[in-house]
């Protein structure tokens, strides 16, 4: 099911810049259709809301459930721009989170805590019609890591597996100057990761609804 949000939400995206791409695509034969000044490299430093769906459950247990820690961290992202409308954007960052049981199971408490590595790779569409203000569309891949987890309470050995995940993407530069701007932007990620955890004797499995959205403003630098 969410692999199938995922790439329809992308399809949909896609749709809507058809019209400007192919416009480019005529625009490429024609001289100054390469990026311009300043540069073909962007950064931003953001701070990013990390809110998740807070979603999941205890294979086996009806009306099990759990719950995640939203988080604000910092974040730098690196964009290149191969041309004027068309870029590739990854974004580092990492945070710390908490698990914590929900429904039927919520006396168990917290299961643990993780920290989290979300790389995320994205190509761009940017609008260029609008003057200073450029928003952009994206669509991707995540690859999140679970690292330096710990158990809590009656829980051992809790074990978040890394995985994959699609990435769409929404956003606006508000640029002052040729190299310095604003920039907003929100992305949301389809992650569902499986865990596992021991409880006394029993071994539990389940699986991490997280799907986060990422949430940032912060600042932009071209060169």
Avoid: C
Wanted: net charge negative; glycine share 10%; charged share 15%.
């Amino acid at each position: 099911m969410i692999k199938t949000s995922a790439g329809a939400l992308t399809a949909a995206l896609l749709l809507l810049a058809a019209p400007a791409m192919a416009a480019d695509v005529v625009a490429l034969e024609q001289p100054g259709a390469l990026v311009e000044a300043p540069g073909a490299w962007q950064v931003r430093l953001r701070a990013l809301g990390v809110i998740t769906e807070d979603e999941g459950g205890v294979d086996g247990i009806p009306g099990s459930d759990l719950h995640y820690s939203d988080t604000v961290v910092p974040e730098l992202d690196i964009t290149y721009y191969f041309t004027n409308n068309i870029a590739a954007e990854l974004i580092l960052g990492t945070t710390k989170a908490s698990v914590f049981t929900g429904g039927s199971i919520d006396t168990l408490g917290k299961v643990g805590s993780t920290w989290v590595l979300p790389p995320t790779l994205t190509l761009q569409y940017h609008f260029t019609n609008f003057g200073a203000f450029k928003p952009y569309v994206g669509a991707g891949v995540n690859y999140t890591v679970f690292y330096n987890q710990k158990d809590s309470g009656p829980f051992t050995d809790m074990d978040i597996d890394n995985t994959f995940g699609a990435a769409l993407q929404v956003g606006f530069d508000y640029m002052v100057d040729e190299h310095w701007g604003f920039n907003v932007d929100v992305k949301k990620i389809f992650l569902e990761p499986d865990w596992t955890a021991n409880l006394g004797d029993t071994k539990l499995s389940g699986k991490a609804d997280l799907n986060p959205w990422l949430i940032g403003a912060g600042v932009t630098y071209r060169f």
